[in-house]
């Protein structure tokens, strides 16, 4: 690595975040420059396909399609990772770390996955490593709780950090929309992917969430301790009966800390209406902390996209730029669990104590509910509320909304499987749970 | 300053807040210690009367009342300031810094109108000054404006940032309490001060926007050049109308960036409210920043009280511990104007351009209506809505609410004048903004 008395950038990708990135770089009025204090350069943009046309103004000759052009030149501090994908970006910031270059990334998958190797990369090298972007795009979540935050223990984190779902959810609830045709309405405005599984199956919002539970509580939550439930199996009518009920449906990416352990879970849920979390719409993201000091933080903003990815990339670039010129030794963020602490053990989903919304398609007949309640009260799971909403005459069936006090994970999953022998009850239509 | 080993902390002020840094710093699990890998110790702490029983557990033989035994220590690294007031926090904080004390301070008046002086001070002495309670409370903005949000160029902030008057309102607004009623109210909660003038006529949000809008734009914006209405003059009607249009009312502190200047100010306005900011209730206060990059980013969180206060003081203290572990140079905020940056000149409110609310108490005739708008025309002033609300037939007025389309605040201060000295027109009971 340079001694530095500028900055060179060597950027991997040039799709709509890295076009982003690169016109800040090479912007002529150099605000970047001037915020770091000493120059900033974009020396080296690694791409699949160099002949490729694109809608950027980065000059032919700083593109490449070898990777040793940026991790095999010394005079290039930084390595800004936009290109997406474990393979290849985790092995080439392991080894820019590792041989002492800086490295600002975007990557959610690689963080949540390979974190704490590319920390311990990045002591050896001596480098930072910044990743604002790799969980809730231009809201300034992460380096809150790396910073301003860290006088409190957090107690969780409530949020909607996947837009291409929730602009799904919001579509189903306000025009009445099935899935499918909600789905095919987000791919055609460019906010779902032709194969839209990483979103709405829910692993998007688990790296999200393994990132950022493992920053608040300082130990590592790997993404296969997240539990996950996706969006797809929910129905117009259970928007509609959430809403007559005082709720909202929003899937939360759930982080809890508590003297047992650690809990993480994406799954949709009901929520109050009115809470703020409620009132997230369309592509935007929030997330909720809830500290020992702060009591509870909200963070709203744009979760993705070019302009809100760039600002957090962009962010992080000059944050680096600033300890160069400082000469500050890397922050260790504590992200892999090198706090010192002992870490909490992962709670089991079985654990969770929580309220729960149980559609239903029963016979329409007299003794039903007695049938199900008494399964329910045998596993001591009390009922809140019951609705019998719309029956169907021509097969004689009805739907029955039950909602409950907080009751165990466990017992309700067995609660289901007894209900869903019963002779009367033709199907457990839902499941879903609900935040207060 | 000692060549630290460790870090130690002189307090000044042991009330609410400072009783809560202190118990953090005094607290056996050392958390704060941990986190910035080097022990953390408070010293001394400056009180205005050694003898009053506190509800703190710091020992008797740390407090002290004179100055000199934190100023003039040379083993005190770090001076946490939680006094309040001018002086002499102002002339304490330049003497510590001056020094090379490194200094944390809550104080929103002293950063306000003594900022510049301050980081000449710490220039001067080689230390850090960080001020994240100054504004927000637990709110993470201070921190974010510096650091995640730099790549932003910053257009607009609007934010709810006084959380006396926001509870004001929302009293107002639900219970439809007059204003003096909610006041007394707000009093008894102890959310507002015997003498309330400082919350509700908007000088405390004034030191808080001239703080945020210096950091935003890289300028320094000076209390004296924000615009400033309370919210005294308020009435219940005013809340009904407003509801009726589709607003609530909430006091803003808003600071604007454009090609032409900066704007600065702090008044009541109407808000659509459906809009982050008209949902904003209670004690909780919000801050949206519009930048060039990341769009509309909303924060939201307790902007007061003992918690959230402690919860930014002390994330300041590990961060500028952090920075003595590291040895890194101080930051410099370019809050005071050391951008490099020709600042923009500050805007006069004659030139603001935004929609009105005006409310009228006239005669109950034909032909009122005929001679208002003829004013309000004449001045190229367009009426967006006209409602007569309430009747009063004992004295045979009426109440008439206008709102108009973008006009020049010069124009509507002038129709105003012109439509007060009418016959048939009482009284202007009220004239509010109205934010889209």
Redesign the interface.
């Known amino acids: 690595m340079s001694q530095a008395r500028k900055i060179n950038v060597g950027l991997m990708g040039l799709g709509v975040v890295g076009g982003?990135v690169a016109s800040?770089l090479l912007d002529t009025d150099q605000?970047?420059s001037?915020?770091v204090g000493m120059p900033v350069t974009l020396k080296k943009v690694l791409v699949r396909d160099s002949s490729r046309q694109r809608d950027t103004s980065v000059p032919v000759e700083m593109l490449t399609t070898d990777p040793e052009d940026l991790l095999g030149d010394p005079d290039i501090d930084m390595v800004v990772e936009v290109m997406g994908g474990i393979d290849p970006a985790a092995r080439y910031l392991s080894r820019a770390l590792a041989s002492g270059k800086h490295v600002v990334t975007a990557n959610k998958e690689v963080m949540a996955k390979h974190g704490p190797e590319l920390f311990k990369a990045a002591r050896q090298g001596g480098a930072n490593l910044l990743f604002?972007a790799s969980a809730g795009g231009?809201?300034?979540i992460?380096?809150?709780l790396m910073?301003?935050?860290?006088?409190?223990?957090i107690r969780s984190i409530r949020s909607i950090i996947n837009g291409t779902t929730n602009y799904i959810l919001t579509r189903m609830a306000y025009q009445g929309a099935q899935f499918s045709n909600a789905l095919a309405e987000a791919q055609e405005q460019g906010y779902a992917e032709a194969d839209p599984t990483n979103d709405v199956e829910g692993y998007d919002a688990v790296y999200k969430i393994s990132i950022l539970a493992s920053l608040a509580f300082h130990q590592r939550v790997p993404p296969e301790d997240v539990y996950r439930e996706g969006i797809s199996r929910l129905e117009p009518q259970d928007f509609r009966y959430a809403r007559e009920l005082g709720y909202a449906i929003k899937s939360l990416a759930i982080a809890t800390l508590d003297p047992e352990g650690v809990g993480a879970r994406v799954y949709p849920v009901l929520i109050p209406v009115d809470h703020?979390l409620g009132?997230v719409d369309g592509v935007y993201n929030a997330v909720e902390v809830t500290?020992?000091?702060?009591?509870?933080?909200?963070?709203?903003?744009?979760g993705a996209g070019r302009?809100?990815t760039?600002?957090?990339?962009?962010?992080?670039?000059?944050?680096i730029g600033?300890?160069i010129q400082?000469?500050?030794?890397p922050?260790d963020a504590g992200f892999s669990g090198s706090?010192?602490?002992k870490p909490l053990p992962v709670r089991s989903m079985d654990d969770l104590h929580t309220r729960y919304y149980i559609r239903l398609n029963v016979t329409d007949q007299a003794g039903v509910l007695a049938q199900i309640s008494r399964i329910l009260g045998d596993l001591g799971i009390s009922i809140a509320s019951v609705l019998q909403k719309d029956t169907f005459p021509q097969d004689q069936t009805a739907e029955l909304v039950i909602t409950t006090h907080p009751s165990r994970e466990a017992s309700v999953q067995e609660a289901l499987r007894l209900v869903g022998s019963l002779g009367v009850v033709n199907r457990v239509s839902n499941m879903l749970r609900i935040e207060e």
């Open positions: 982003g800040v605000q970047v001037a915020q604002e231009g809201i300034p992460i380096g809150s910073g301003q935050l860290l006088a409190n223990e703020m009132k500290g020992s000091l702060c009591g509870q933080v909200l963070l709203h903003g744009m302009g809100p760039t600002s957090a990339v962009v962010g992080d670039l000059i944050d600033r300890r400082a000469k500050e030794p922050a706090s010192g602490r």
